[in-house]
């Protein structure tokens, strides 16, 4: 808002220039959302507690029972803080930053659905799975079918460190793009089950795919670094810098011991607009590079309950998703979080070497 309504005054005071800029505007955006949330945090965890939005602890993990009653539903937070800051410092006019809201809103909202349901029942029955997931197959075949019409974006593949390689999946692209968004959002819901866990991960990627878009749409830079170009997609770089500055306030009380946990209205909305923006910027394939850790969690579930029915009753793990598998191994829950951290770095650091390795 502040680029629509100050940047045509430039003429007149040369220093409203800088608001040209997706950078500085970019930066602004993740302070903004950043000191928004530290600011709100404790009145809206008081506000949690006050609804009584106690998150139902299972007893099958003994070290969770000192959890019970954390609010959750934090992901309310960071869905205003993201929504504010991305309209004071984003081009309200361009087409890609809203798409990218109505999928944090609309993933989001089928969260709630389930967090609300949970709630009204007092323990951790939400609404039935194939509710979920028809809500988030709604939200991404709206947003797939945006994109796809999109006389800028392509319907092919890009294959990570092969330059000349591409795969036209025509109007295949629909339903990939469908799955890609459905199965991020899943993912990082699955390893949102320790203080910390999925939100550091989700920072990662988010910061990873910012880069991606600024150079997608930015037709000198996208042209250097072999990256498909897509006019307009640079705007989507302040709402990637506004998630991770809501989702670093969201940390500053998530973080061990955790003050408040994000709830599915959280967890479904970061790992479907993480999916969203994978697919924006073409890096379809790296998302599961950057979100690696998302995908050794679902890896892990899937194993342990095929396993599980092929043997008729034997695990490979002692309980999935895997970071469950460490807890009952006796590592200690903030060790678990922060080699988990410091592995998505790792992998993002990975992800980034995309640009250069093909
Ligand atoms: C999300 N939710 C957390 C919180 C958070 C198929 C099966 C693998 C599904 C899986 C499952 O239900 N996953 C969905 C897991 C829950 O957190 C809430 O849920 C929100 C996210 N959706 O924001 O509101 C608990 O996680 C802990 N937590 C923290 N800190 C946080 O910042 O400590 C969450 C956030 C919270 C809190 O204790 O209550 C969850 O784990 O329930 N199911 C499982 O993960 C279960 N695994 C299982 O049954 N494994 C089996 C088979 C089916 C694979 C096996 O290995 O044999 C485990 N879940 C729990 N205990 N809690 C079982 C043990």
């Known amino acids: 808002m502040f680029y629509n309504l100050l940047f045509p005054l430039t003429s007149e005071w040369s220093a409203l220039n800088v608001f040209r800029y997706i950078s500085f505007r970019s930066l602004a955006a993740l302070v903004t959302a950043l000191v928004l949330s530290i600011l709100l945090g404790p009145r809206f965890i008081a506000w949690l507690r006050r609804l009584k939005c106690g998150q139902y602890i299972h007893e099958d993990v003994a070290a969770h029972a000192a959890k019970a009653g954390t609010p959750t539903m934090g992901g309310l937070l960071m869905m205003f803080s993201l929504a504010v800051s991305m309209l004071l410092w984003s081009d309200v006019t361009n087409v890609y930053v809203w798409q990218a809201l109505l999928v944090f809103v609309g993933f989001g909202a089928v969260g709630l659905w389930d967090d609300m349901t949970k709630l009204r029942h007092h323990q951790n029955r939400g ?64 390893t949102d089950g320790l203080d910390g866990l999925a939100i550091g991960p989700s920072i990662v990627a988010c910061l990873v795919f910012s880069i991606f878009i600024y150079i997608t749409g930015n037709a000198r830079f996208s042209n250097y670094l072999l990256v498909p170009y897509m006019p307009g997609v640079g705007e989507v770089t302040v709402f990637c810098a506004a998630l991770v500055g809501a989702g670093l306030g969201f940390l500053w009380f998530n973080a061990y011991p955790a003050q408040v946990f994000m709830g599915d209205v959280g967890s479904l909305a970061i ?13 379809e394939l790296v998302l599961s590079v950057v979100g690696g850790l998302f995908v050794a969690e679902t890896l892990s579930v899937i194993l342990q309950v095929s396993y599980f029915r092929w043997t008729g009753g034997k695990r490979i793990f002692r309980m999935a998703p895997l970071h469950h598998h460490f807890e009952l191994k006796g590592v200690p829950e903030s060790k678990i979080i922060i080699r988990f951290w410091i592995t998505s770095i790792l992998l993002g650091l990975v992800a980034l070497s995309v640009l250069k390795l093909r």
Do not use: W
């Open 127 to 190: 609404i039935s799975g194939r509710a979920k997931m028809a809500g988030q197959f709604a939200v991404a075949c709206v947003a797939m079918v945006l994109l796809y019409v999109d006389s800028h974006y392509s319907s092919k593949l890009t294959i990570p460190f092969f330059k000349e390689v591409t795969f036209d999946l025509g109007i295949f692209y629909l339903p990939f793009g469908v799955f890609v968004m459905v199965a991020a959002s899943n993912a990082v819901n699955l």
């Open 271 to 283: 790992g479907g607009t993480l999916g969203y923006l994978a697919l924006l910027c073409k890096q």
